[in-house]
């Protein structure tokens, strides 16, 4: 069945470092590809997403290139802020319309 | 627009009692989805709908688990004779797949505690 498998937190930052998530996938077909973000006390919002192999996802400074050949789906961020704490899921949908999620990685981000 | 709402935000319950959790999906989103968060896992899928069709209910846990939704609004997730195994958030998501969008929704979640 479909998996996403990403890197263990918590992962704790300075302010202006650089941020790499790792993600992985395991999923039949060609599968879209999704990073979700839960901010403190807040819900679960879309960060970005990539439907089909090589496209780049990016949203408020954070990118993702869909690799196909690796199953990778890794997040950056060339320089965060301390108002990226949250705790960040990567996800895959694949056949059918639900959503396959990783275990979740919480950022800390030290003024 | 409004987004989508749970209620209640917190339930607290003894073991072996019925609750309802409930969902109103955007307005206009002809899909919904419950899935469920254990404390320091991912999201598990639970149940969806889409418009008319049969549900996919492929993710209940067992059969005390059921929901039901009213044609493209409201849903309530129901879990009899609770277990303290079923202590999670449970979300809900909808979005419009008539557009073929893939983006799901996520409400803020209901905070159930079994004791």
């Known amino acids: 069945g479909d998996s996403v498998t990403q890197m263990e937190g918590p992962v704790t930052l300075s302010e202006e470092a650089f941020l790499t998530i790792n993600c992985t996938y395991t999923?039949?077909?060609?599968?879209?590809l999704f990073w979700y973000v839960q901010y403190p006390g807040e819900g679960l919002q879309l960060l970005l997403k990539?439907?089909?192999?090589?496209d780049k996802g990016s949203n408020k400074g954070f990118e993702a290139t869909y690799r196909k050949e690796t199953t990778s789906f890794h997040l950056e961020k060339g320089s965060v802020q301390v108002s990226d704490s949250a705790v960040y899921f990567c996800?895959?949908?694949?056949?059918?319309?639900?959503?396959?999620f990783g275990t979740g990685t919480r950022l800390a981000v030290r003024p | 627009g409004a987004g989508v709402s749970q209620s209640p935000s917190n339930k607290v319950t003894e073991k072996g009692k019925d609750v309802e959790l409930r969902c109103d999906p955007i307005?206009?989103?002809?899909?919904l989805y419950w899935y469920r968060q254990r404390l320091g896992q991912g999201l598990e899928f639970l149940i969806y709908?889409?418009?008319?069709?049969?549900?996919?209910k492929s993710g209940l846990p067992s059969d005390r688990f059921s929901a039901e939704r009213t044609g493209e609004s409201v849903s309530t997730l129901t879990i009899q004779r609770t277990q303290q195994e079923d202590s999670a958030v449970y979300l809900c998501?909808?979005?419009?797949?008539?557009?073929?969008?893939?983006?799901?929704?996520f409400g803020p979640g209901t905070r159930l505690t079994v004791l």
């Open positions: 998501a909808s979005s419009y797949q008539l557009a073929g969008g893939d983006t799901q929704y």
């Open positions: 999923a039949t077909g060609y599968p879209s």
């Open positions: 990539a439907t089909k192999a090589d």
């Open positions: 996800a895959l949908k694949s056949s059918g319309d639900k959503l396959t």
């Open positions: 307005s206009g989103h002809t899909a």
């Open positions: 709908f889409q418009g008319n069709s049969a549900p996919d």
